[in-house]
């Protein structure tokens, strides 16, 4: 087979790539800067990232890591053509004749497969990343689909997971191997109703060699969170010493009332003990927030917007469909739409373990002001709550319902149920999500005692 076409279609994503990426380097956020890093030193052997990743760290600030992706990004094209150029003379089709970037582009099933015809093609690091992708197949789509690997970089364990690997004796790596590679020819020879279990047998098996000790529901943790010292062994220790590289909010071209609406904004998503430990500094100083002058709310949006890490309003609403958390950095809607639905609702109940009584209300509120669907994905329809007085009085209403010691238990249990039926609205078909969201606000009223006229938007609040 010709494989001339397959190399210069590459070749020519490859250097386009590059140029689209260096001229949107100023519009990225940290975060996509430093996925962007991850993405390709995953496609790097270990030599390439001694050299290339010798002066980087997650923990850069932000004008230091723009500046390091846009010296990184022309180093690695470079790293990524001579791989493609050397893999253009290998003959034959197999595992070694495909390129670091194609083999992230494969599903986990295309690759076991491919090793099992030739099971020592592959390099060291190659085989620890495979392994450590395994450890993230808890379904057998996941195990199937070829942009797992793309996912699995927005976690530490993943990381953590190869360093493990890489401790481990090369025999006891390819011992490691020899066990799974049975496991992975049933798995395609299983019934359906088989597979599960193999794969989770897989994943015991490479997680009892490393000794991970986390549940392996939990591997899915910790979105984008920056990666430790231990994770990645190319981070400088010198590097630990920088500031925090959460790029400043600007808030020099807005108006007081933007500047005002924007503290309500970013405290409506706050813990009451967040609330005192950002908001009592300016008590002493200021009665009340129209009092705080221009400088002053400019400084304190900054400081909130730099606390919440990327949380916005729409994390109570939107975090059934795309990731969204409430009481942390939340997933990305790529990896969100993979996991199974047993493990989005174990991440949803932990968002909920984590909120206070003011956010549980908060969120509820929320969805039982969101009359229309669209409403629960609309910025523009959740910031318009702030202004209704009706808001705060819902509130008012969860929390004093509550509010008995016989019936404290009582709002979690309000709060587990609508997050269960909340994950039901948005795994529905487009036409039947207004009924379900209906049915979900029905629920609410009724525990709360509201009238009915409260569930349509022509009633007065």
């Known amino acids: 087979m010709d494989k001339g076409p397959r190399i210069e279609q590459m070749r020519r994503y490859i250097r386009t790539r590059e140029e689209e990426l260096l001229s949107k380097i100023e519009e990225m956020s940290e975060g996509?800067?430093?996925?962007?890093?991850?993405?390709?030193?995953?496609?790097?052997?270990?030599?390439?990232?001694?050299?290339c990743l010798a002066d980087y760290s997650e923990y850069l600030p932000f004008k230091r890591m723009q500046a390091y992706v846009a010296s990184f990004i022309p180093r690695y094209t470079q790293l990524a053509l001579a791989d493609l150029d050397f893999k253009a003379q290998v003959e034959g089709s197999g595992l070694n004749s495909l390129t670091e970037e194609e083999l992230q582009n494969m599903s986990c099933a295309e690759k076991w497969d491919l090793l099992a015809v030739d099971q020592e093609a592959h390099t060291p690091s190659q085989l620890r990343r495979e392994l450590a992708r395994l450890l993230f197949c808890q379904s057998y789509d996941l195990y199937r689909d070829p942009s797992l690997p793309t996912a699995v970089i927005e976690f530490p364990n993943y990381f953590e997971t190869q360093e493990s690997l890489a401790k481990l004796p090369p025999e006891d790596l390819q011992a490691l191997?020899?066990?799974?590679?049975?496991?992975?020819?049933?798995?395609?020879?299983?019934?359906?109703?088989?597979?599960?279990?193999?794969?989770?047998?897989?994943?015991?098996?490479?997680?009892?060699?490393?000794?991970?000790?986390?549940?392996?529901?939990?591997?899915?943790?910790?979105?984008?969170?920056?990666?430790?010292?231990?994770?990645?062994e190319r981070i400088p220790l010198g590097a630990m010493d920088v500031s925090e590289a959460t790029p400043p909010l600007d808030t020099e071209g807005m108006s007081r009332k933007d500047l005002q609406l924007s503290v309500r904004v970013l405290t409506d998503l706050l813990s009451l003990e967040e609330m005192r430990r950002e908001l009592s500094p300016l008590k002493d100083r200021y009665p009340s927030l129209v009092e705080i002058p221009d400088a002053g709310l400019k400084d304190l949006v900054r400081s909130l917007a730099e606390r919440l890490g990327g949380r916005t309003t729409l994390s109570f609403t939107e975090r059934y469909r795309s990731g969204r958390m409430v009481t942390r950095q939340g997933i990305s809607s790529d990896v969100w739409v993979l996991l199974p639905d047993q493990e989005r609702l174990r991440l949803l109940l932990e968002d909920n373990a984590a909120m206070d009584v003011g956010q549980t209300a908060r969120h509820i509120s929320r969805v039982f002001m969101s009359y229309q669907y669209p409403m629960l994905h609309d910025m523009t329809a959740q910031v318009s709550f702030l202004n209704e007085p009706f808001y705060p009085a819902l509130q008012e209403r969860i929390i004093g319902a509550f509010s008995e010691p016989s019936n404290r238990e009582g709002l979690r249990e309000l709060n587990r149920v609508v997050t269960l039926r909340m994950l039901e609205v948005e795994r529905a078909r487009p036409e039947d999500q207004q009924a379900l969201l209906l049915e979900v606000r029905k629920g609410i009223a009724a525990t709360l005692g509201l009238p009915d006229t409260l569930l349509y938007p022509e009633a007065k609040r």
């Open 32 to 51: 996509q800067l430093r996925w962007t890093v991850r993405l390709f030193a995953d496609c790097l052997d270990e030599t390439s990232q001694s050299l």
């Open 177 to 232: 191997k020899g066990r799974i590679l049975p496991m992975t020819a049933d798995l395609e020879k299983a019934p359906a109703q088989a597979r599960e279990g193999i794969l989770r047998a897989i994943r015991e098996e490479v997680a009892r060699a490393i000794a991970f000790e986390k549940p392996l529901e939990r591997v899915f943790e910790g979105a984008m969170e920056r990666i430790p010292l231990g994770a990645m």
